[in-house]
């Protein structure tokens, strides 16, 4: 469990204008932090990976990204192994981790760790395209991982391969490249396209059940809960950040909703307790109601959002981070802001996840940072190394992260006995230089992520752009995937 600390009276929460530092706390959920520091066993004990409980099959382990593990391990920690890919130019995409494998696709193959050594236990090649988080399913009575592989260039599909012995399973074509990679509920797969498209896939027989035309481009992974498919997509004749609500027995749609005109990007979808959050370029997080989509509250920020990050959800809380490198604890009734720690580096391809009582997230300067999950303070950090920390996968005496850099990396760690705990606030005061230069990196990454694509899409992909409405954008290219 993770305890709550109490905000302090008189604390105003914010719908408009500038948003004040943050304070921290009063009173300390003790609790919490003596679970810090003793719990959190190593790989000593041994690791088990079901795919539930405890297990992370999918990105942000669940099919509504609550990026959330009771059987993690607790800071402090140390680092268990580190595995450098080939033939994976252009990085990895969100590891899984099942059957004592950690799972991750590259550009051109899918490579399998084991998760206890960090040496390759194999790899397949697959079609060249964007890296896109894999799951893990049960398929015919056993293990199977599903991946989406191809790019503009030839055949797109999502592929299903036995974990036993990685021979195919089923092949399902898709219209265009994915990005959002595969989501997991019940007996269906689902997965989104490039140009909007969205689809409904039947576990045992790779037949397409449905599917669903969308505005714009998918490229966030898609949430489903409660008998719907949440997509945040982007672009359209209106070019706008729109939310969608599927039936996930049909395809129908349920609800759809621009709830930031002018907003650019915005963060994937996270759905708990009956809300979907979204954190948007407008600088706020949005949660929406789950059935009718519209708004339930919504909170400023500080910082806009990274189309490759979600928020997570835990003990009835979201927990984000914006791209400035500040990280939010807000009420998941209230949106009311619980606590904020200002990291003060970008945070571009990490989401937050909540583990033995800590919030992990990876920054751009190569830092893993654990956050007291209660009060916000700074508990544990890793090294400054060469490439940013991207997405991460929580299974029982392991924590892996995504490395950055000129190919594919993953590091492991494991829980430390001999490590110290940190305790250190938030800052009080902003660096003013400093915040001039995330602020202006935050607005390049922005740039980035919505010119660049059109125009490397208009030179890619023109044959297969012949047929959008007039005012519409090129699919995105397959650089950037969470």
Avoid: C
């Amino acid at each position: 469990m993770i305890a709550r600390a109490r905000p302090e009276e008189g604390r105003t929460h914010l719908s408009h204008g500038e948003l004040p530092r943050s304070r921290r706390p009063r009173l300390r959920a003790l609790a919490a932090a003596a679970a810090l520091a003793l719990s959190g066993p190593g790989l000593a004990a041994g690791i088990a990976f079901a795919q539930a409980p405890g297990g992370w099959s999918q990105f942000q382990k669940d099919a509504g990204h609550s990026g959330t593990s009771d059987a993690g391990p607790a800071p402090p920690y140390r680092q268990a192994w580190a595995f450098e890919a080939e033939q994976a130019e252009g990085g990895l995409s969100a590891p899984v981790i099942a059957d004592g494998l950690v799972l991750a696709v590259g550009r051109e193959a899918v490579f399998a760790v084991d998760a206890r050594t960090g040496r390759e236990a194999w790899r397949i090649p697959r079609a060249p395209g964007p890296p896109a988080p894999p799951a893990v399913a049960e398929i015919r009575g056993a293990a199977a991982l599903l991946f989406t592989e191809g790019g503009e260039d030839g055949e797109v599909a999502v592929r299903a391969v036995s974990l036993a012995d990685r021979s195919d399973l089923w092949e399902a074509p898709l219209g265009s490249p994915s990005r959002t990679g595969v989501t997991v509920e019940g007996d269906r797969a689902y997965v989104g396209d490039v140009r909007g498209g969205v689809y409904a896939i039947e576990l045992d027989s790779g037949e397409v059940a449905w599917r669903a035309e969308t505005e714009g481009s998918a490229s966030a992974p898609l949430a489903v809960s409660d008998g719907a498919v949440y997509a945040v997509t982007r672009g359209g004749s209106a070019r706008l950040i729109v939310v969608v609500a599927l039936d996930a027995s049909s395809g129908e749609r349920i609800w759809s909703t621009s709830p930031a005109p002018g907003a650019a990007v915005a963060s994937g979808p996270t759905v708990g307790d009956g809300r979907v959050v979204v954190g948007f370029a407008d600088r706020v997080v949005r949660a929406l109601d789950a059935a009718s989509g519209s708004e339930a509250w919504a909170e400023r920020a500080n910082g806009i959002f990274s189309p490759a990050g979600t928020a997570a959800y835990a003990e009835g809380d979201a927990f984000i981070a914006d791209i400035a490198g500040q990280v939010y604890r807000l009420d998941g009734e209230t949106g009311r802001r619980e606590w904020d720690h200002a990291l003060n580096d970008l945070v571009v391809r990490s989401s937050p996840v909540v583990v033995g009582g800590a919030v992990l997230v990876g920054l751009n300067d190569g830092r893993l940072v654990a956050l007291d999950a209660a009060g916000g303070d700074l508990v544990w950090q890793s090294d400054r190394t060469p490439g940013l920390v991207g997405p991460l996968a929580v299974a029982p005496g392991l924590v892996v992260a995504v490395k950055g850099g000129d190919g594919g990396r993953l590091v492991a760690y494991e829980h430390d006995p001999e490590g110290a705990l940190l305790r250190i606030p938030s800052p009080t005061t902003l660096d003013p230089g400093r915040q001039v230069l995330l602020a202006l990196a935050s607005v390049l990454l922005v740039a980035a992520a919505v010119l660049i694509p059109a125009r490397l899409a208009a030179r890619r992909m023109h044959p297969a752009s012949a047929d959008l409405a007039p005012g519409e954008p090129a699919p995105a290219p397959e650089e950037g995937t969470p």
